[in-house]
């Protein structure tokens, strides 16, 4: 079954349909430039974390935004690669954030890459929360191009690009409460954060196996498909934060995982009710299985 049609089993329609529909025209845009290679090094800007932008990076935000213009029904969009929230329609239903290009430090060396892109209500980020998502749209750019589709209240479900088009793989994916797989990201912290040490000593003294690439939407991916495990990603006293944006990684991935039965976290609290600030605040991340997310917590908590 086709993406367009399973949406509408799902009660996806009307504009939401299109928007959905034009995300997937823009990963589908982006997979041809990421799988031939043609486009390589730097673009000589930054963005506004102040990366040094590859031409990836701009193509693919230039891909997607092209086909979000398309679409009457958006309002607004925010990208990782924008400096500033841009308006598309002034009487747009929906307001659109994505990372285009996540991990594209890593298409050099042939690593799974993905872009993650969230569609809320209209009007300005700010102040925004993950529970308020619509719809989730993630690709995985890997050996094949995969697509997760998050609906609110409906459930994660996976499609395959084929050279028919996005064909449904897997309905309503859903994670365990608990299983062994770790991707401890930013492990540096462990020489400054003794919490993060001891729960990584943890995870080896129970034997958990090893995924980490590098590329969080493959990290998590790894997790919805194997229906377990545990990412994180937290802070440490140089950066408090941590490095992942809570707008365009952190909260998507957090309603992807909690759509799929698993939960997310701060550290403090559910990244779903965490307001946005700013566009680019960043935040640290506990996600996965229920209960291995709960089980990292206390190695924080109890610090
Ligand atoms: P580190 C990729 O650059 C990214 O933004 C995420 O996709 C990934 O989880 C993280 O950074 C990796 O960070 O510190 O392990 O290189």
Redesign the pocket.
């Known amino acids: 079954m086709q993406l367009d049609e399973h949406l509408k089993i799902l009660g996806v329609n009307g504009a939401l349909h299109e928007v959905v529909i034009a995300c997937a025209e823009g990963v589908f845009d982006i997979a041809g430039v990421v799988h031939t290679g043609e486009v390589s090094g730097y673009a000589g800007t930054q963005n506004v974390f102040g990366e040094n932008q590859l031409k990836l990076d701009v193509v693919s935000n230039d891909l997607l935004t092209a086909e979000l213009q398309k679409v009457a029904s958006v309002h607004m969009i925010a990208s990782e690669e924008l400096d500033n929230e841009q308006e598309l329609h002034a009487d747009g239903e929906f307001s659109v954030a994505f990372d285009p290009l ?5 298409v050099d060396v042939n690593f799974a890459v ?1 872009t993650i892109i969230a569609i809320y209500p209209k009007g300005s980020f700010i102040g925004k929360k993950a529970s308020e998502i619509h719809v989730a749209v993630v690709a995985v750019y890997g050996p094949r191009t995969t697509l997760f589709v998050a609906v609110a209240g409906k459930g994660v479900h996976q499609y395959l690009l084929t050279s028919g088009g996005f064909e449904l793989q897997k309905e309503k994916i859903q994670v365990d409460d608990e299983g062994k797989y770790f991707a401890p ?4 912290a462990c020489a400054k954060n003794p919490q993060y040490q001891e729960l990584v000593n943890y995870w080896l003294a129970n034997q958990y196996t090893l995924r ?1 690439s ?4 493959p ?1 998590i991916n790894h997790i919805l498909v194997k229906g377990k495990g545990v990412f994180t ?1 937290p802070g440490y006293s140089d950066e408090p934060h941590g ?2 944006r809570l707008l365009y ?1 952190c909260g998507t991935m957090s309603f992807l995982m909690v759509e799929a039965g698993g939960a997310a976290s701060d550290g403090v609290m559910s990244l779903l009710d965490k307001p946005l600030e700013h566009l680019d605040q960043r935040s640290p991340i506990f996600v996965g299985s229920k209960k291995e997310v709960e089980k990292a917590l206390e190695f924080f908590i109890m610090g």
């Open positions: 996540d991990g594209s430090s890593l993905g990201g930013n492990l540096r980490y590098g590329g969080m939407v990290d990603y490095k992942l990684e």
